[in-house]
DNA sequence: GTCCAGGTCGCGC
DNA sequence: GCGCGACATGGA
């Protein structure tokens, strides 16, 4: 059966440029469409139930947004609710970008061109998924990540009943329910294969409340600090955590950032990571927002990468 | 074969 | 608080 859903994205919205804004819609179970202009993705609904989701957007600076959600029976009101939510979560249809655009316009030149619509990052629909793939990007190559994950949603993932190729991602218990000798057999993650069974069988014991990193009230430093609690995630993998929920004034220092601040501002003096930091100071709480778009920018928008 | 990747941990000072 | 080696895995 199918179910078209529609959201009225509410805001000026570039939904491709979400999309391409960085390599989250290249991660199991997402699936991008060949021009990268929607993306599909197996979905595990609270009920358990399993349906994949296409999602595309279209004509207008206000797009709606369309999901096209198969699935075996008729959808319920909630299960409805519940497919908008995690889809307007995943585009960050809530989330309000207008203070950054007013700053771009004010300093003008480059800045321009991140007008009203674009910057918004895809995340996931649940901040369990986002951490163990923020975990999977850790000293690895790009191609590594997208490996490491495709092994996860092919071996603990729901499948999806019409077609069990397709999978949705894995939830904590879905890991826990294996031994950690099993899980090291099953899926090769390297040495952060004992971080992401820590952290999925925390939360399928009820040691760990996912919801504590999403507190709104909670300030950006306190939440920092649980999610630096978590084993395997340091000040990279906290700072890309807070900028997929919504807080952007920490900068994600790695290999990425340094060469790029090597390339851009550093060419003929020597690198100083206090420096290159402090480019960004003046963009306050859209640190992150500046740093990836003008990256984004000078490596002219290489989509796959990054 | 060798190097190292969108780093982090645990140790010793 | 800072420096440093170890760490799994596979691609370059």
Redesign the pocket.
């Known amino acids: 059966m199918q179910t078209e859903i529609v959201i009225p994205a509410g805001k000026p919205y570039d939904f491709i440029s979400t999309l391409r804004s960085?390599?989250?819609v290249s991660l199991l179970p997402n699936t991008p469409d060949e021009n990268l202009s929607a993306f599909s993705r197996v979905e595990r609904l609270s009920s358990g139930l399993v349906a994949s989701l296409e999602v595309s957007a279209g004509p207008g600076k206000e797009p709606r947004i369309f999901i096209n959600a198969r699935i075996r029976k008729r959808l319920s009101k909630n299960e409805i609710s519940e497919i908008t939510k995690r889809v307007s979560y995943m585009l960050r249809l809530d989330e309000n970008l207008q203070p950054f655009y007013a700053i771009c316009k004010k300093r003008g030149g480059p800045w321009i061109r991140f007008s009203a619509g674009s910057g918004y990052l895809l995340r996931s629909p649940a901040v369990f998924e986002d951490l163990v793939k923020v975990i999977c990007?850790?000293?690895?190559?790009?191609?590594?990540?997208k490996?490491m994950v495709r092994e996860l949603v092919e071996a603990f993932g729901s499948p999806f009943p019409p077609d069990a190729s397709l999978r949705a991602f894995p939830t904590p218990k879905e890991i826990a329910a294996v031994s950690e000798k099993e899980f090291?057999r099953r899926v090769?993650?390297?040495?952060?294969?004992?971080?992401v069974y820590e952290l999925s069988s925390r939360i399928a014991r009820g040691e760990l409340d996912i919801g504590v990193f999403m507190e709104q009230a909670a300030s950006t430093e306190e939440i920092k600090k649980r999610l630096?609690a978590?084993?395997?995630?340091?000040?990279?993998?906290?700072a890309?955590m807070l900028m997929l929920l919504g807080r952007y004034d920490q900068i994600?220092v790695?290999?990425?950032?340094?060469a790029f601040m090597k390339a851009k501002y550093f060419q003929n003096e020597d690198y100083d990571e206090g420096k290159a930091l402090s480019k960004y100071d003046e963009w306050g709480k859209w640190k992150y927002l500046a740093y990836?778009n003008e990256m984004l920018t000078h490596y002219s928008q290489k989509v796959e990468?990054?």
């Open positions: 960085h390599g989250w990007t850790i000293n690895i190559q790009w191609g590594g990540t490996r090291n090769k993650l390297g040495y952060r294969s004992g971080y630096l978590v084993k395997g995630v340091g000040k990279y993998a906290a890309s994600p790695d290999t990425v950032f340094r990836w990468k990054l």
